[in-house]
């Protein structure tokens, strides 16, 4: 009896915790970290973990054996958890019995708004991928992104088989610090654009936003292997598409500056006289090194090249409407134009990304975005590049990487987000 009274208690703490607030973040804006409840310490490590024990979860936590018991006791009794069995200790001890996380007793979408329609995902407890849905068109048009999103959650949630606790997504351009608008996208020409509450609205679903290679930094940490040797403790994720944004996870918690700015490596100046940008600047990152940087530059050069040497070189076909896929069909076949473009954006990137290292010191860079399908191409000047500008100490042990997650990263980073901004009670409470 006085266990169950304690369990109760425990619920209802919960309960009025999540009536206080039902998505109270791991880590403010401000980059100081939120104290966690008992169930959410308990929970975040049963996340992180294959598989633990009671013991284990006291060794790590510093809480009490009792606190431990009754919380995972109460896991139990909502179906989050499971026994799986037993483990024997070292030097003759008692056997421990085994818990394990039930990823999929609660669910979550994940989507990204991207330069072709948009792409979502029902994934788990552990931002682990279900099943995908998506819809292709050519808009801008804010109102064609949201009914694509509407159709990709209406389609995820027929699939379910648990419940769906919320929708997170990456979007384009400048989200505002509470995730719930898109403030600017230059690539997009949206200004304070709510997409949060109008999705809300739509499916029924709390949601939340960030910038998408805030959100996709999320996705590359979370689906990190336990056998990878790289060191994600300072992990930085830089996106190169329709524009060039980094993300940042600092010891499991994403980074996002004073008002959710921090990230903005496209508008940063690599040529202080160079073309005037969208957002007033001359001479910035995005200009030079992006998708639209690219093809201009494949078309300068290719207008200035001499008939007789393209007559040598394979056709190139700039018709109105090329895309960056077409231009890494073309590099596939090695054409020269096509290198000499993407090479021209590694020297601007690597430009960049050297600044981003001396200044935030990663231990993991990772390129995704849909200019890293260029591949080598891309990433060998860049390396070479940030070998020759970035210093030694702040180079030292990095790893720089194409995305492993591919067009994946977005959605799951999505998921992901939604799951860093949940709180234990809320999922408890579903």
């Known amino acids: 009896m006085v266990k169950l009274a304690r369990l109760t208690g425990i619920r209802n703490q919960l309960c009025v915790e999540d009536s206080l607030q039902w998505t109270p973040p791991l880590m403010s804006r401000e980059g100081m970290a939120q104290p966690p409840s008992s169930v959410d310490t308990?929970?975040?490590l049963l996340r992180e973990l294959p598989e633990t024990t009671r013991t284990d979860l006291v060794t790590r936590t510093g809480l009490s054996k009792a606190t431990v018991s009754e919380i995972i006791?109460?896991?139990?009794?909502?179906?989050?958890?499971?026994?799986t069995g037993k483990r024997l200790p070292g030097r003759g001890g008692r056997p421990q019995v085994i818990v394990q996380l039930r990823a999929r007793a609660r669910l979550v979408i994940g989507a990204e708004i991207g330069e072709h329609g948009c792409r979502a995902v029902l994934a788990d407890l552990r931002a682990g991928p279900i099943t995908f849905a998506k819809r292709s068109f050519v808009s801008r048009d804010a109102d064609d992104f949201i009914d694509a999103l509407v159709a990709c959650v209406d389609e995820l949630r027929t699939q379910a088989q648990a419940p769906v606790l919320g929708i997170g997504i990456g979007a384009p351009g400048l989200v505002d610090d509470a995730g719930r608008r898109v403030a600017i996208s230059v690539p997009f020409g949206w200004r304070d654009i709510p997409f949060a509450a109008r999705i809300e609205e739509r499916t029924g679903l709390p949601t939340i936003m960030a910038n998408r290679a805030k959100a996709a930094a999320l996705g590359e940490y979370w689906q990190r292997s336990s056998r990878d040797l790289a060191d994600y403790s300072h992990l930085a994720y830089v996106t190169v598409g329709a524009g060039i944004v980094?993300?940042?996870v600092v010891n499991g918690a994403p980074y996002y500056g004073h008002v959710g700015a921090a990230g903005e490596l496209g508008h940063i100046t690599v040529e202080p006289d160079g073309p005037l940008c969208g957002c007033g600047n001359h001479g910035c990152l995005h200009m030079l090194a992006s998708e639209s940087a690219i093809i201009r530059q494949v078309c300068e050069i290719h207008?200035?090249?001499p008939e007789h040497v393209r007559a040598a070189q394979p056709p190139l076909d700039l018709h109105d409407g090329i895309t960056i896929d077409n231009l890494a069909s073309e590099l596939r076949h090695g054409h020269p134009i096509v290198v000499q473009a993407v090479e021209r954006a590694a020297f601007y990137l690597g430009i960049?990304?050297?600044?981003?290292?001396?200044?935030?010191?990663?231990s993991q860079v990772i390129i995704?975005?849909?200019v890293a399908a260029f591949g080598d191409v891309l990433l060998v000047p860049l390396r070479a590049e940030i070998q020759r500008r970035a210093l030694w100490?702040?180079?030292k042990r990095l790893s720089i990487a194409q995305s492993r997650l591919g067009d994946d990263v977005g959605p799951i980073g999505g998921a992901a987000l939604y799951l860093s901004r949940v709180s234990a009670a809320r999922i408890i409470a579903q």
């Open 303 to 305: 207008a200035v090249t």
């Open 352 to 362: 960049g990304i050297s600044n981003l290292i001396n200044l935030m010191n990663p």
């Open 73 to 83: 006791s109460l896991l139990l009794t909502d179906r989050l958890v499971t026994e």
């Open 42 to 44: 308990i929970f975040h």
């Open 246 to 248: 980094a993300g940042f």
């Open 368 to 370: 995704g975005g849909s």
């Open 393 to 395: 100490d702040a180079r």
